[in-house]
C-alpha cells in the first residue's frame, strides 16, 4: 500500500477562497459546513492529506449550491501533512498507521453520519480525495445506511478494497494513479453495479480537483469542474430527493 509518487512529492497550490458555509463543532471534531441544512440529502467530504485547503472548501460550496447538506470534518486537524514532509518516506508510512488509518476515522466518520440523520438528511453519500479514497473504501465496507461513495484521484487502494463495498462507487483517477480496471471489475457481482462508474482523467494529475490543483489555469478548472458535475450526477442518481 503506498501514495502515487506525486502525491509524496507535489506541493499543494496557495490558493485563496472567501468560504460562504460556516464552522462549526460536530460530535468533538471542528467542520466546515455548506449548503442547505433543510436539505434531505447530504455529502460527508473526506479531503486529501493537506487538511482543509482553500480548493476543498470551494468545491463543498460548489456541491451546497447543488442541493445537498455538506459537511467538511478536520479529521487531521494538526496531523494534516505539509510541504516539508513531502519526501519523507517514514513521515509517509507514520500517518498511513496512525492518523491516516481507517481505525483512527471509523468514529469521527460514525460521528459525521448521525449529525446528518439529526439534521433530517435522508440519504448520506461520501466523497474522498487522495488519501480520503482510501477512507471512502472501508466506510462503504463497514458502515451502514451510506448510499453512495466517491474516490477521486485516490492512494492507498490495494487489490480487493473495492469488492468489499457495499453500495455504489465512483471512481474518478487521473494519470497518476494505477490502472484500476481490473479492481473496478471486481464489482461487477454487486445488485449496485449498474449505478457504479469510472472515469480516468488521464490528461489531469495527481490532486487536480483537491489541494494540487490551480484553478486560475483554465485547464485545470474545467477539468475539475468536469468532475464535479461527474460527482453530481452520481450522487443524483444514488441518493433520494
Keep these: 500500500m503506498s501514495f502515487p ?3 509524496c512529492n507535489t506541493p499543494p497550490v496557495r490558493a485563496t477562497y472567501t468560504p460562504t458555509g460556516e464552522r462549526q463543532t460536530i460530535g468533538g471534531i471542528e467542520c466546515y459546513v455548506s449548503g442547505s441544512k ?6 460527508i467530504i473526506n479531503y486529501d492529506i493537506f487538511g482543509m485547503h482553500a480548493n476543498v472548501v470551494q468545491l463543498c460550496d460548489i456541491l451546497g449550491t447543488s442541493g445537498y447538506h455538506v459537511v467538511l470534518p478536520d479529521l487531521l486537524g ?19 498507521k496512525h492518523a491516516g488509518s481507517w481505525a483512527a476515522n471509523k468514529d469521527k466518520y460514525i460521528a459525521m453520519q448521525e ?4 439534521s433530517g438528511v435522508e440519504s448520506v453519500g461520501i466523497i474522498g480525495f487522495c488519501w ?13 445506511g451510506l448510499v453512495g461513495g466517491a474516490i ?5 487502494i ?12 465512483l471512481v474518478l483517477p487521473s494519470k497518476d494513479e494505477p490502472d484500476f480496471t481490473d479492481e473496478f471489475a471486481t464489482l461487477e457481482g454487486k445488485p449496485f453495479f449498474a449505478q457504479c462508474s469510472m472515469v480516468r ?3 489531469m494529475f495527481h490532486g487536480f480537483c483537491g489541494a494540487r490543483g490551480d484553478w486560475s489555469v483554465p485547464e485545470q478548472a474545467k477539468r475539475a469542474n468536469d468532475a464535479i458535475e461527474l460527482l453530481v450526477q452520481f450522487f443524483g442518481s444514488v441518493t433520494s430527493q
Design 78 to 96: 494538526s496531523n494534516a501533512l505539509t510541504e516539508a514532509d513531502l519526501g519523507k518516506h517514514g513521515v509517509f508510512s507514520a500517518f498511513c
Design 115 to 118: 449529525y446528518m440523520k439529526d
Design 38 to 43: 433543510d436539505a434531505k440529502r447530504g455529502l
Design 201 to 203: 482523467f488521464d490528461d
Design 152 to 156: 477521486v484521484h485516490p492512494a492507498l
Design 158 to 169: 490495494e487489490s480487493g478494497d473495492m469488492a468489499k463495498a457495499n453500495a455504489p462507487l
Design 5 to 7: 509518487s506525486a502525491c
Design 132 to 144: 480520503g479514497g482510501k477512507m471512502v473504501v472501508a466506510a462503504l465496507a463497514e458502515l451502514d
